[in-house]
């Protein structure tokens, strides 16, 4: 049969955001594929350099709409590195709290995206609304859904609000008793086991050559996640389990994904019991922020976001401005390389799913 | 053998010209250019990987360029950062595919920002910017805010903001 | 190693299981229908008092998307420290960051909870917030600042200050000034809005030098320094400081240390380098002569802009040496003689002449002067005390607070022997300047017998006491006793000696209309013992040296001279500044001095002191 050639995005409803893949078919399969990112590219790490330590917080969260606090998070951490910071110790909890609220909230997004591809539209509609049972939270503590410009250099932003505790515990129970619902709905159903099960096999020699991480490569039977291997927050004083699954298929992908929110849930119950109730919430700089200034330096900081590693690099030369961020977008190798290389053999259907479970996350990659 | 002694047994086999700790587990290691490559390869194969990424950095100043390679290594649970500087006037240097074959766009990548050719790998056309007709716009010496009004126009903000105070009952 | 992950089976019947929610109360709601109302801290649409906002801008200054204009709002009144500019957002930018509402310096601005603007007019997201927010209805207040959230820094680098024990024992200089750590700190809680200029008689660069401070370039700051001052050092320490009370960091915090951080200009740059920095040097020999009588701050001032316009400048001073209350009125631990030589030094440096030990008017007349100069600048202070004039103030042991301070001074330079002060004194008046005769004597007294016993009386109650807060502070900690709201009736003497003061109770002192006026209830009373008073109830000028007919042609307001904007009298070569026109301070003196410079050289130019 003859080969032809299909524009896949920007705008197809199976895509992530607006990326495109231009890929070469030979009837339903995929023979060759070429990543068109930068749709959604911003300039964000030359804005970066051009606005105040501050400043940045109000751009930052932007570079990730699903987990926005990723960004704060790693900023900060880049930044406390830098200036030897010592951050107190409730703000280090309350981290966790947000960044575990963050990932639930990303993989119900990412793992309704499941869904939209298979046509199983329930499953996007539930996980879009139990989502916004976590925005809730995340508007109680910062003040809004989406941009929560909550994390900031030196700790948290404000205390959380008096009467949370039991808004977080019921949503959590609320979650929890949904994930058997879930399995249910879509891990069971004939379709998703038909189209995901033993489909889209990447191995684990496979993810090391693309440096990929997250669920990705920890389908493959590693349990390498970066709130264990190098601590952060307070990931070092819970208790919480790695899920690590074999086949290396789209399914277990999807399926760690559940159990990731079930392992959140259990962290975010023990920050509520753990977190001191009282304590400083943040170090202030010297000086108001408009004359922050971080000593000259450089670091890289990385946390393990609901996509694998996700990290900064930020360079100072002790001015007001940063010199140099750089954003290591959690999906930047598979989003590039891996499309390259592993999506040929796939077929069309398929494309979404690779994608989509393998969390290609353009606004990431195009910052 | 932890990340010190590491990074002094590679003092002995490599010009290292600066090395700076974040802390026990995380440091940066400087090295002459054309002793990187050997470094990286002796690093992957005592476990550093994983290649986080790859940045560069604009020393205007020094007209120099920055290449920083962010290694990290699952068993022993540090990270170095091999840095390398090269000079900024027809920036060249080869690639690191063969070692990191995942390096392939991040050198693309880095090409497009900052101009920087990497000698070995084919593929170096535009990545993320259209009809791009200025210098890589990661260089210090782009000034984004210029290159928008020259090429968008001055947008006049001048609105009369008091008479737009919007009366009871216009809304909700 | 972990277990084999189980992963789910294959069940043709479990997604029935969602056949439940069909009778499930939806967890959406359905809008507009239903309100929802954001959470407490909601980050919506702004509100601002305009009663409170003050116009500095920070919120401008701060906004990541440059969302935020200043509008001018001429209606609104302004005055030193609060400027007639209002925010204005523009919702087409504005991320809802909020930074604006933790950075204002006021307060003012804040968020509510209202979250919904719709319109096919693009106009409408301009919007100016005032109390009634974006559609004038009212919403429960948001997101707002706490401490946490603050991005101001509101508390001030503590001033290294010896301890009141220690001080008291010597006229050592008790403020010790900031290190560079220190100075850089204070200036970097400084946002620049420039409110604080306003309020200074000279309105110096205050943002622009603390920026330079901040940025470690003393050079340039030394340079905004003297563009409109050029005693830097004095001003570093004994300033009455008017800007701090304007700072815009004072509304919720500690305003900025401005005063300080002059200081800390003027001290770190060596005199050496003055003249490479300054880089002053006259624009053009203007061929021309003044004279200036005087040499307080004024006088001083006026020389320094003169010389550096061209001018052949002299100074003629009563004294034999340079400064006027700034060497023989404030005493030594607040101003010492070094950083007075320092300023001086440098306007000498320049070419100015200083003829000392001259008075006018005794010494060498104002007309034989009128002969050798072009113009003529008249600086010649407040010098004279004023006495109460209550019985028994003729006694030998009833001083004036000038004079006396004058001796010390001149004691502690070794130029006079030792003012005997006895160990019982009582010192009638509230201002600053019964605070530095106290304190003074305080001093002696510490020395000769050991111990403080200084007693403080005046009209005024504790918050009306014209001095400063800090000087009553300082006063209290060395041992001076303060009696407020006591006026005195009658000096005691006893067989010819002083014995004590008879105070009668002040219920008021000043009228409805502002006006000293004071009103006595004289069947309260109480007496101190005392074998020594100082008065220090105010100065009054010496015009001895103006010879009739030119008194005639002079016009007067008060004990004061009237001239114009620049000093001008109404005889054409005749100048005035300071105290003698404006009072009451130093800093106003050298705004008068510089005024008096442009207003000579327009008069021999003929140009115009505007430009
Ligand atoms: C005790 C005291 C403490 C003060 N503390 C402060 C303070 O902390 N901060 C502050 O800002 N202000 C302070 N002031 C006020 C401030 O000192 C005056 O406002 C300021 O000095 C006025 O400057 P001037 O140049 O007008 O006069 P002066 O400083 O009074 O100088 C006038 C000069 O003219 C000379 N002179 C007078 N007549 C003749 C003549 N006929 N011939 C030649 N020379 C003559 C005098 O000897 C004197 O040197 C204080 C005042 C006093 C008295
Ligand atoms: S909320 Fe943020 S973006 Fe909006 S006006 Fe305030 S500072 Fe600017
Ligand atoms: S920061 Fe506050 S006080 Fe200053 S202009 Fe803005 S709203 Fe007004
Ligand atoms: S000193 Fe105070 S009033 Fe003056 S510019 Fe700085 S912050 Fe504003």
Redesign the pocket.
Known sequence: MKEFELFFGPNHPGMHGNFSVHLRVDGDTVVKAKPVPGFLHRGFEKLMERRLWIQNL?LIPRICVPEPDINEMVYAMAVEKIAGIEVPEKAHWIRTLILELGRIAAHLFSIGGIGGATGLYTFPYWATADRDSVLDIFEHISGARIYHMYIIIGGVRKDLPEGIDSLIRETMDYLESRIPEYIDLVMKNRIIQTRLRGKLVLTREMCEEMCITGVGLRATGVDYDIRKYDPYAAYEWVDFDIPVGEDGDAFTRGYLKLLEIQQSIRIIRQVLDKMPKKGPVNVKLPGNALKWRIPPGEAYAHVESSRGEYGYYVVSTGETTPYRVHVRGASYPQGLYGIEKYLPGTRIEDVPLWLGTMDVCPPEIDR | MNLKELISELKNKYRVLDEKFNDPNHTFVSIVPDQLHAALGELKSYGWKHLSTISCVDWIDDNEFELVYHLWNWDSRSQISLKTRISRSNPHFPTIMHIFPTAKYYERDIHEFFGVEFDGNSEMEPLFLEFWDDIPPMRKDFDPLKYSREKFGERDYKVPFADFIVEEGDQK | MNKRLELPKKSFWSPASALKYLVKKPVTIRVPKTYREASPRY?GF?VNDWDKCVGCGT?AE???????HMVEFEEIPTEPGKRNWR?A?DYG?????????DVCTTGSLQ?TREYIHISRDPNTFFFVPNEKGIHSVEYPVGYERDEDSDLLDLDRVEMPVIEPQERVTSFIEMVRGYSKEQAIAEASRCVECELCRSACPAQMHIPQYIHQIWKDNLDEGLRYLYKTNPLPEVCGRVCTHKCETACSIGHRGEPVAIRWLKRYIADSVPLERYHEILDAKPVKPAGKSVGVIGSGPAGLSAAYYLVLMGYDVTIYEAKSRPGGVMRYGIPRYRLPDDVLDKDIAFIESLGVRFVMNTKVGVDITLSELKQRHDAIVLAVGFTKGRSTKVPGSDHPMVLQALPLLEKIRDYLRGDAPKPAVTDDVVVIGGGNVAMDIARSVARLQKQEYGKVSVKVACLESEKEMPADKEEIEEALEEGVEIHPTWGPRQFLVENGELKGVELKRCIRVFDEKGKFNPIYNENERKTLTASMVIEAIGQAPDYSLLPDEICQKLDFVGARLLTDEYGQTSIPWLFAAGDIVHGPDIIHAIEDGHRAAKGVDTFLTGGNANE
């Open positions: 109000a | 980050r702004h919120c701060v906004c990541p998307t440059d969302a935020i925010p957002i930018r504005c991320s809802f960051c909020a930074l604006c509402v968020m």
